[in-house]
């Protein structure tokens, strides 16, 4: 059965720093490009960062680029995201998601699994 849980949410200041973890099971994890998703309240669903099977290519929004990293550890079947420099806007429930190909998407429509998410709140 395919599962991955995020973790690492919580509350934090702005100008403050989370790391969000996503472990992943019962699949070929490395063989999969992951992303990030986000929901803040009453919004939908948006595309905040992704990374190739590998690891070598990744993308981001345009919205968190230079203050979000994505990253992965294919032994350990985890995907991380960095967040630096929040901001209240990135007040969301984060969402990790998987695709069942190498190659990195950016829209939500092309990932397959998804996890449960954590919550991220930046205060100001």
């Known amino acids: 059965q395919v599962q991955q849980v995020e973790s690492g949410g919580g509350l934090v200041h702005a100008g403050g720093s989370l790391r969000l973890s996503c472990a992943a099971s019962g699949r070929a994890f490395g063989a999969q490009a992951m992303g990030w998703f986000r929901q803040p309240p009453g919004k939908e669903r948006e595309f905040v960062a992704a990374?190739?099977?590998?690891?070598?290519?990744?993308n981001y929004a345009n919205s968190v680029k230079g203050r979000f990293t994505i990253s992965r550890d294919n032994t350990n079947n985890t995907v991380y995201l960095q967040m630096n420099g929040l901001k209240p806007e990135d007040t969301a429930v984060y969402f990790c998601?998987?695709?069942?190909?190498?190659?990195?998407?950016?829209?939500?429509?092309?990932?397959?699994?998804w996890g449960q998410g954590t919550q991220v709140t930046v205060s100001s």
């Open positions: 990374i190739s099977a590998t690891g070598r290519i990744t």
């Open positions: 998601a998987a695709r069942e190909v190498p190659v990195l998407a950016v829209s939500r429509s092309q990932y397959t699994y």
